[in-house]
């Protein structure tokens, strides 16, 4: 029997994630995830782990709806107002896409700089300015917040648990920053879903996860592992077509509500 036995948003790109009991979707993917980015202040382009794993330590958490707690060692807790979609428009890249979204102001700004040592804005992305996903996996009109290309990621806890083993130590499911995790099935298992459901809600799995080099920060501390584990580990036996491949991507037929423990059942 398959469970859905984690559930993960990432308020802000590349910050800590939250693990949740329940969570809603709405056109985005979990609402309230990856709604906020931290975009260098000159080019407009994204900023993540990969180039400062600082932001490890960096923790972005909603206040309710309208409001983003950010905090960090050594600095004041800063309170951040949902900005005005349509007002104080940033022009920012996220990988190959460019786009126009508010900008978060001055405070936030300020304090991201300080903290990360370089100048940055903060950035929000209201749902009617998201991104088109890649229509080589998507319909036209699904669309993406600040994930990297899709708005779910899902990751059987059979297939950590295999790759911990390999690597021959404990490995965090936060290195890997999914939103979905399900126990009960096989070691990538999640491989051959096509269509799942998860309590009443339909969901599309359309395209492998290729990892990077954040997968060998630890999550807790920044640092970098020496032996570059555990993608190095992946690349033996993971690698397709120069890529390496680690969970799923899914978008949702439309929007519902999920919840830890719910059944998880195989369509296709």
């Known amino acids: 029997m398959l469970r859905l ?9 590349s910050a800590k994630g939250e693990a949740l009991e329940r969570a809603s979707l709405d056109g985005l993917g979990l609402s309230g995830d990856r709604r906020w980015m931290v975009v260098d202040s000159q080019s407009g382009r994204f900023l993540t782990q990969r180039l400062l794993p600082q932001m490890t330590q960096l923790l972005a958490r909603w206040q309710g709806s309208e409001q983003l707690l950010l905090a960090a060692p050594g600095m004041p807790d800063l309170q951040v107002a949902l900005p005005d979609e349509d007002a104080d428009l940033r022009g920012v890249t996220i990988w190959r896409d460019s786009l126009r979204v508010p900008d978060a102001g001055e405070a936030a700004a300020d304090w991201l700089s300080r903290f990360l040592g370089r ?16 229509t080589a996996y998507a319909e036209v009109g699904e669309r993406v917040a600040f994930a990297d290309g899709f708005p779910l990621l899902l990751i059987g806890q059979a297939s950590l648990d295999d790759l911990a083993q390999r690597v021959g130590r ?18 990538y298992a999640e491989d051959g879903w096509k269509r799942i459901r998860i309590g009443s809600l339909e969901l599309r799995v359309v395209k492998g996860c290729s990892r990077c080099i954040m997968t060998t920060l630890d999550p807790q501390t920044g640092a970098r592992s020496a032996d570059r584990e ?9 690698e397709r077509d120069g890529e390496v491949y680690f969970g799923q991507n899914l978008i949702a037929c439309g929007t519902g509500e999920l ?10």
């Open 119 to 134: 100048a940055c804005r903060l950035v929000q992305v209201p749902e009617a300015r998201a991104r088109q996903v890649d």
């Open 170 to 187: 404990p490995l965090q499911m936060q290195r890997f920053r999914p939103n979905l995790v399900v126990e009960g099935a096989a070691p």
């Open 5 to 13: 036995s984690g559930l993960y948003r990432y308020p802000l790109k």
């Open 230 to 238: 555990p993608l190095a580990t992946l690349q033996g036996y993971r």
């Open 259 to 268: 919840a830890l423990g719910q059944l998880v059942e195989v369509l296709e």
